[in-house]
Structures are given as structure tokens and as C-alpha cells.
T-cell receptor, first 112, second 113 residues
Framework: GENVEQHPSTLSVQEGDSAVIKCTYS??????FPWYKQELGKGPQLIID?????GEKKDQRIAVTLNKTAKHFSLHITETQPEDSAVYFC???????????FGAGTTVTVRA | DAGVIQSPRHEVTEMGQEVTLRCKPI?????LFWYRQTMMRGLELLIY????????DSGMPEDRFSAKMPNASFSTLKIQPSEPRDSAVYFC???????????FGSGTQLSVL
């Protein structure tokens, strides 16, 4: 099955700086890579996703990049704000497969 | 829409007791998932329903766990008897058919003493 590794486990950044979270996956057939944000006391919420036919996708201050050859993908948050503090999960799966393989999560803290 | 609704938000019980967690998926969503979240194991898929039918329960840890979906708007996850190692946050999630965006509830924090 798919195995997703996520680094770092914790990340502390100064407000306004950038944050980068990296994930690797094992199944070369995986072609869909979502990112979820989990705020304290809430369930994970999809914030951005990318498919294997695209190398990069951007939505305002967040962007994801995918390197299929190396089997890794990354989340980039620019101009971080206090509300970006949360746990972020990467995931991987084959399109139309109900089994999402989640990374272990990254706790991001944005210091004011 | 109110989103996926789970109850209770917190449950504290003693070992050996029966625990029932409840979930109301988003109206119109025909796929429902139960996940368990722990520090050690992260997010684990317990069971997946499609159109109220259990499709994959391979993630259910043992026979003490059971899940039902009697209709499109309600599902339960039952643990009987509960054990301290069942302590975790249990999430319900639903999706309208394509699996590419899961809508999670706020979870039930279960503590078994």
C-alpha cells in the first residue's frame, strides 16, 4: 500500500515569513495529492490539492509543487499569518480510490 | 448546510462500558467514512460506506468495533466493550461521490478510563 512520510513534524515561523512542508510517497501509481489543515478542536479541512498532470498549483498565499520523478510534493505558505497556525496533513491516493494515505502531520506555529 | 455533525463532542467512560458515536453526513453525500486519530498512528480509516452499504471495514481494529448506517442521514460507530487503548479522536467524513474532497466533522474526543 501507499506510504506517505511528512517533514518536519513541527515548524515555528515568524509572522510574515514562509513555511514549507515536504512529503514523499511510495506508490508511483498515486496521482492525487491533497493537503488538509486541522485547527484546534476541529476536523481536517481540504485547503489545496494537486494532480499528477500538474507540477505546481497556487491559491493566494498557498502553493503546492509536485515532483513525480522523485515522488515528493510540498506545501508552501507565504506571508504567514497567525491564523495559519494549525496542523497540516499531506495525503496521497490514486484518483477515485477512497483510501487516502495521510502523512503524520506538521504542527505549524506562527509567532507574532 | 451545517456540515458533518458528530455527537457527542466529548465522551468519558469507564473500561468495559459501551460507547456509541453518532454522525450526520452532509445532505446529498452518498459516501461516509469513519476515521480514528491518535498521536501514535495518525489518521486511520476505520470503515467506508457507500449508499449506506459498508464497502470496506478492514480498518476496524477488532470485533469490539461495529458501525452501521441505517439511512443516508445517520451513522453510528459502537465500541463494546471499550478499553483504554480506544481513547482517541473519532472523525466522521462524507463526500458527494468523488473521493477527492472529504468533509470532516469536528470529531468526538473519546477517553476510556
Amino acid at each position: 500500500g501507499e506510504n506517505v512520510e511528512q517533514h518536519p513534524s513541527t515548524l515555528s515561523v515568524q509572522e510574515g515569513d514562509s513555511a514549507v512542508i515536504k512529503c514523499t510517497y511510495s506508490d508511483s501509481a498515486s496521482n492525487y495529492f491533497p493537503w488538509y489543515k486541522q485547527e484546534l478542536g476541529k476536523g481536517p479541512q481540504l485547503i489545496i490539492d494537486i494532480r499528477s498532470n500538474v507540477g505546481e498549483k497556487k491559491d493566494q498565499r498557498i502553493a503546492v509543487t509536485l515532483n513525480k520523478t522523485a515522488k515528493h510534493f510540498s506545501l508552501h505558505i507565504t506571508e504567514t499569518q497567525p491564523e495559519d497556525s494549525a496542523v497540516y496533513f499531506c495525503a496521497a491516493t490514486r484518483s477515485n480510490d477512497y483510501k487516502l494515505s495521510f502523512g503524520a502531520g506538521t504542527t505549524v506555529t506562527v509567532r507574532a | 448546510d451545517a456540515g458533518v455533525i458528530q455527537s457527542p463532542r466529548h465522551e468519558v467512560t469507564e473500561m468495559g462500558q459501551e460507547v456509541t458515536l453518532r454522525c450526520k453526513p452532509i445532505s446529498g453525500h452518498n459516501s461516509l467514512f469513519w476515521y480514528r486519530q491518535t498521536m501514535m498512528r495518525g489518521l486511520e480509516l476505520l470503515i467506508y460506506f457507500n449508499n449506506n452499504v459498508p464497502i470496506d471495514d478492514s480498518g476496524m481494529p477488532e470485533d469490539r468495533f461495529s458501525a452501521k448506517m441505517p439511512n443516508a442521514s445517520f451513522s453510528t460507530l459502537k465500541i463494546q466493550p471499550s478499553e483504554p487503548r480506544d481513547s482517541a479522536v473519532y472523525f466522521c467524513a462524507s463526500t458527494p461521490g468523488r473521493f477527492e474532497k472529504l468533509f470532516f466533522g469536528s470529531g468526538t474526543q473519546l477517553s476510556v478510563l
